[in-house]
């Protein structure tokens, strides 16, 4: 038995200073110096910075962030050995993220229930100290339960079975849990008018915008697009489960099966559009545009008419509203893997190991708690209202991946069975040989872009999928598989194609190294690499843009062979 205990405590601080172009950012024209009645031709954007007059301009008033939360957790573990072939492990985490704050207490955020003092109606920035707290939303005590077993099928090590359970939750980092500071910010613009310059570069800049921060009140981003942190936000958590059998063979080689699942839920998703029209709206066409008298005119916003969609939005006072990191994220991964390994022995060690999976969720990005890199992909139209329509394959699902690798010692030289004396010895002893092969599926395909006033998905007429004598470089899907959605009306083609992936990947590294011993510890190592050895072409991904004079032609490619010599002295 095995009782283990710890404490993790950790304070993290967010102190980030990127102001922009504080020094201002200015532009000279030549028609400020050129003939008036022939400005196409005329004057000099050198002479018109010589003569100091500024035709447009911009000067940012940032801010020194400085937010930051604090993180408890501790753990008690132990480890059961019920007899001498099974093991089982019990453990219970518990972890508390404390609410974020920021020092000096300018978070803000956009409060959807608040009656606004200036509108008259729903929906204000609200500012921390002031209208709430010094945190946006509060946070809970989460126990992650972990369980796990060990079984000796055979009681002499060569069968073994392994299982285990167990609930992990989201490490916070970034815009998840940081909030936004709203109206603590600004940039002043400065431009020409009817051929007099802005300012003269002489004379300084004529004005700044300071922020007004908390003291802009209800005013802070009318007729702009705040953001919106949920306050009812939970902690995102990971349930996985895996299940193995694991088979020891001669000469040092273990081959293994395993089963691992993973239910993501509450992840941080992409966020979508708060003041979304409702879908409802719609069927008022072309009416949408029509103009209204603007209830907002006397403060100044969007002039004296608005559009009868703006008019219909929820909140009717802003452009839209940006809700951070959504954290309605769900998902589930399912996978298979298969390893066969021969460990290091008479020079050779080689792996061999072959995954299957398949990820589906809502989630709508390509850096998931558990898969990192690339980029993100919004779930687009009609989020708001229709989370249902955000489901699908994961952008970054990988269906099948082969992995195989060796590090082989060529039998020659010193205390080698082959040639381990004399010249030959010498010559030919301290070689050593690396591979590794990685090939894998291509990742399921984004298909974006309409041109009818609501979708940013076209239509889904039948597969787009060729057969691979039909698919190339210049066609790699179907594109007449795609069509324009009505006017008003949201494309039905899914987040990301089910049945339709870009190109797989295929690459071949290889090491030739020598290692010499020169005296006591000191050794040279001569290194020769090669990736992708064999040129293999590895494709890019086509033009999924829809409206793209490109859509589904392929115009890009990754690295060609890549070769490389290199010297290691060690000692």
Not at 17 to 26: L, V
Not at 272 to 298: C, E, H, K, R
Not at 303 to 314: E, F, H, M, N, Y
Not at 428 to 437: A, M, P
């Amino acid at each position: 038995r095995s009782l283990k205990i710890g404490l993790d405590l950790r304070t993290s601080l967010d102190n980030n200073y990127q102001p922009g172009a504080i020094a201002g950012s200015f532009s000279f024209q030549r028609d400020l110096t050129g003939n008036p009645q022939s400005p196409s031709d005329t004057g000099f954007g050198i002479a018109t910075f010589l003569s100091g007059a500024v035709s447009a301009g911009s000067l940012n008033y940032g801010i020194a962030k400085a937010g930051g939360f604090r993180y408890y957790a501790g753990f008690v573990q132990d480890d059961f050995k019920i007899n001498p072939r099974l093991t089982l492990n019990l453990g219970l985490r518990y972890e508390r993220i404390g609410a974020p704050t920021e020092r000096f207490h300018r978070y803000s955020n956009f409060d959807p229930a608040a009656v606004n003092t200036l509108t008259g109606q729903p929906g204000a920035v609200k500012f921390a100290d002031k209208d709430f707290g010094n945190t946006i939303y509060p946070t809970g005590n989460n126990f992650a339960p972990r369980v796990g077993f060990a079984y000796d099928v055979t009681g002499g090590n060569k069968l073994i079975v392994r299982g285990g359970y167990g609930i992990f939750y989201y490490q916070p980092s970034g815009t998840f849990i940081l909030g936004p500071y709203m109206g603590f910010s600004t940039s002043s613009s400065y431009t020409a008018f009817n051929s007099e310059p802005a300012f003269q570069l002489g004379s300084g800049i004529p004005f700044v915008n300071p922020p007004l921060g908390a003291a802009g009140g209800d005013g802070t981003f009318l007729g702009s697009s705040p953001d919106f942190q949920e306050t009812n936000r939970k902690t995102p958590y990971a349930q996985q489960w895996n299940f193995g059998i694991q088979y020891a063979l001669p000469k040092q080689t273990v081959i293994e099966v395993s089963y691992a699942g993973n239910h993501g839920v509450h992840q941080p998703a992409n966020g979508y559009d708060f003041n979304q029209l409702d879908p409802t709206y719609l069927s008022l066409g072309l009416a949408l545009d029509n103009p209204v008298a603007n209830p907002f005119a006397s403060l100044g916003i969007f002039g004296k008419t608005i559009s009868t969609s703006q008019a219909l939005k929820p909140y009717p006072a802003y452009v839209s509203i940006n809700t951070l990191a959504s954290g309605y994220g769900n998902s589930n991964y399912h996978s298979i893997l298969m390893r066969f390994e021969k460990r290091w022995s008479n020079g050779l060690s080689y792996l061999v190991s072959f995954t299957g999976a398949k990820m589906i969720g809502d989630m709508a990005r390509r850096n998931s708690s558990w898969l990192s890199g690339g980029f993100d992909s919004s779930c687009g139209q009609n989020a708001k209202f229709d989370r249902r329509s955000c489901r699908s394959i994961e952008p970054l699902d990988v269906s099948r991946r082969l992995v195989a690798s060796f590090v082989y010692e060529l039998p020659f030289g010193q205390e080698k069975p082959l040639l381990n004396h004399g010249v030959a010895a010498a010559i030919l002893g301290g070689w050593q040989v690396n591979g590794i092969f990685e090939a894998h599926t291509g990742t399921p395909l984004i298909i974006r872009g309409a041109n009818n006033r609501a979708a940013d998905r076209p239509d889904y007429l039948h597969s787009a999928k060729l057969d691979s004598s039909q698919r190339n470089e210049y066609r790699w899907f179907d594109t007449d598989a795609f069509a324009q959605p009505a006017l008003f009306t949201y494309g039905n083609a899914p987040k990301t194609l089910p049945d339709v992936r870009g190109p797989g990947y295929q690459s071949f590294d290889a090491a030739l190294i020598r290692n010499i011993h020169l005296f006591e510890r000191a050794n040279l190592q001569l290194r020769g690499d090669a990736f992708n050895a064999f040129n293999h072409t590895n494709l890019g991904l086509p033009d999924t843009n829809f409206l793209s004079g490109t859509f589904g032609r392929i115009t890009s490619a990754g690295d060609a062979r890549i070769m490389q010599l290199s010297m290691r002295f060690v000692w």
